[in-house]
């Protein structure tokens, strides 16, 4: 395979106090967390360097432009990589303060990111808006919710590019139409006509469909539930920028938990029902109807890269249960799910059911007139 190219580790520092400055997704440059002086960040838009799915590599490329270490939380076991010099006191993804060094390595590198646009001050106001609006929420939660911290992880998502040819075999499906006899009763009487009835002929078939896919996205973390990344997607995918150290500088990263090639497999099975709907269509350019029996794909150039994704992510424990709740470090989409107070839920329909009782009331006039129903 092709090995990763690279820059000398970047090494970066506050021009003016020497302290070490963080990406400041407002001003989209390093800025100093004492002295708030910035410094520009050159980011790069051309195309990431993609490699090969045969020479996918099964050790570990470690070189993520500056020196990295790894932490991993005793609770969910979620690893997280962090700069030099950086430490973390809580798990994003639980909330656990038991976070220790970890010996292994930060894994491969990524290629290309999308840098936080969203700051975190207004991810937390994003998030706030969200919980108060879960009227079923228990105050407890709630309070506990706002209280724990809101942290910025970078995500790792393996995006796959390819070019597919699919074979399929199927049935078309062409309408004809035939008289049938029926009995029907008109003014009274019994009498029988024949009526026009559609019928479908099925032939088999078969063929072939071609399409090239690019940046299809599998996410490399197994810490959050795909329906809870799912809600607070998409990405606007044309931002994504070459790799540098800089955009992690004040956040972390979790380390992939989903390898290369798992990754793969879940990308071919993704295309797979993709090309197995133009089969479909491919069908209906010649008939009715179409089914789709089978369906054997070759992809030709298949290639990847790693990517990182920004995600703001607060998690809480409200009765031994861990909830999270995400927002969009790009779009500042919010996302979660809370805990659901039975009480409240109880009170909401002997409301619901005061209001009904009210508006019948007023419906018979409040004149004690019986309604239908009663």
């Given at each position: 395979m092709n090995d990763p190219i690279r820059e000398n580790a970047e090494t970066f520092s506050c021009s003016s106090c020497g302290a070490r400055p963080v990406w400041n997704p407002a001003g989209r440059d390093l800025k100093c967390p004492y002295c708030g002086a910035e410094t520009a960040v050159d980011i790069d838009m051309t195309a990431a360097q993609e490699y090969p799915i045969q020479g996918a590599p099964v050790g570990e490329m470690p070189d993520w432009g500056e020196e990295k270490h790894v932490v991993r939380c005793e609770?969910?076991?979620?690893?997280?990589?962090?700069?030099?010099?950086?430490?973390?006191?809580?798990?994003?993804?639980?909330?656990?303060?038991?976070?220790?060094?970890?010996?292994?390595?930060?894994?491969?590198?990524?290629?290309?990111v999308i840098p936080f646009a969203v700051p975190q001050e207004n991810a937390a106001g994003m998030f706030r808006k969200w919980i108060k609006g879960k009227l079923f929420a228990p105050s407890k939660a709630k309070k506990m919710s706002v209280l724990g911290q809101i942290i910025g992880v970078y995500l790792p998502h393996w995006t796959y590019a390819s070019n597919t040819v699919s074979h399929y075999t199927g049935q078309e499906g062409h309408y004809y139409w035939v008289q049938v006899p029926v009995t029907v009763t008109r003014n009274g009487k019994t009498v029988h006509e024949m009526r026009r009835e559609r019928r479908t002929r099925w032939v088999p078939t078969a063929g072939s469909v071609q399409r090239k896919f690019v940046d299809i996205l599998i996410?490399?973390?197994?810490?959050?539930?795909?329906?809870?990344?799912?809600?607070?997607?998409?990405?606007?995918?044309?931002?994504?920028?070459?790799?540098?150290?800089?955009?992690?500088?004040?956040?972390?990263?979790?380390?992939?938990?989903?390898?290369?090639?798992?990754?793969?497999?879940?990308?071919?099975?993704?295309?797979?029902?993709?090309?197995?709907?133009?089969?479909?269509?491919?069908?209906?350019?010649?008939?009715?109807?179409?089914?789709?029996?089978?369906?054997?794909?070759?992809?030709?150039?298949?290639?990847?890269?790693?990517?990182?994704?920004?995600?703001?992510?607060?998690?809480?424990?409200?009765?031994?249960?861990?909830?999270?709740?995400?927002?969009?470090?790009?779009?500042?989409?919010?996302?979660?799910?809370?805990?659901?107070?039975?009480?409240?839920?109880?009170l909401a329909v002997a409301l619901g059911l005061v209001v009904v009782g009210g508006l019948a009331y007023l419906f018979a006039g409040g004149s004690g007139t019986p309604m239908p129903w009663q």
């Open positions: 609770g969910c076991g979620a690893q997280t990589i962090l700069g030099p010099g950086e430490s973390a006191t809580f798990c994003a993804f639980c909330g656990s303060p038991h976070v220790l060094e970890d010996q292994s390595a930060a894994g491969i590198a990524p290629e290309s996410a490399g973390s197994e810490r959050l539930p795909e329906k809870l990344l799912s809600a607070v997607r998409p990405y606007d995918l044309a931002a994504l920028c070459r790799y540098r150290a800089a955009f992690l500088s004040g956040f972390s990263a979790e380390k992939a938990a989903v390898d290369v090639n798992t990754g793969w497999e879940k990308a071919k099975a993704a295309i797979d029902r993709t090309m197995r709907e133009a089969a479909h269509r491919d069908i209906l350019k010649r008939a009715d109807e179409a089914r789709v029996t089978s369906l054997q794909s070759m992809h030709y150039d298949a290639r990847y890269k790693l990517t990182l994704l920004p995600m703001y992510i607060s998690s809480f424990t409200y009765k031994d249960k861990s909830y999270h709740v995400l927002v969009n470090g790009q779009t500042g989409k919010c996302g979660g799910k809370s805990p659901v107070s039975a009480a409240r839920v109880l």
